[in-house]
């Protein structure tokens, strides 16, 4: 599980970084199948690209100034797991220093804990906020932002759409 997180959180940040193309899908399941799924509304200024290889899908404000990063993680061998621990847990393999700011936060109504901190690529430092979500004992959603340094009030209302028009089945 953690390298799937870790290899999902490094691929958003080069792709902020690096500016390769994203195909946009709207709107859309993620996953496909299964129980718990994101379902999204990809808005007219962002795109998306799913990461089969690591079981995620990003979205991607143009301009690459900021993305979203979405994920559904099973762990049965960690029924209950504390929030906390699964957010060191990404941020460390992810190279996110976590800023110790934690609040409640939701998805589609469903509580869970947002957690902020700042991650440093080559000579980008960027902003992220990882909201872990309980879907199930064994299950958690992900949705991570990832931003380069200040927004401005555009840019903000863009993203704060954005993560507005992403639910959570069941």
């Known amino acids: 599980m953690q390298r799937t997180l870790t290899a999902a959180f490094l691929v958003l940040a080069c792709l902020l970084t690096d500016g390769r193309p994203a195909v946009s899908q709207s709107p859309m399941r993620f996953p496909a199948t299964g129980p718990h799924a994101f379902l999204i509304t990809v808005q007219p200024d962002w795109t998306t690209n799913e990461d ?21 993680v099973t762990d049965p061998n960690n029924p209950g797991r504390p929030l906390l621990g699964l957010a060191q847990e990404i941020s460390e393999a992810a190279n996110v220093k976590l800023s110790g700011k934690e609040e409640p936060a939701a998805i589609s109504g469903k509580p869970g804990t947002a957690f902020y901190g700042i991650m440093t690529i080559k000579d980008n430092t960027l902003d992220t906020r990882i909201l872990i979500v309980p879907v199930a004992s064994d299950t958690w ?30």
């Open 52 to 72: 089969k290889q690591h079981n995620g899908m990003r979205l991607f404000a143009d301009g690459r100034w900021g993305g979203i990063s979405l994920s559904i």
């Open 141 to 170: 959603a992900s949705l991570s932002t990832i931003t380069k340094g200040s927004l401005t009030p555009a840019q903000q209302q863009s993203l704060s759409r954005a993560v507005s028009n992403i639910a959570l089945t069941q």
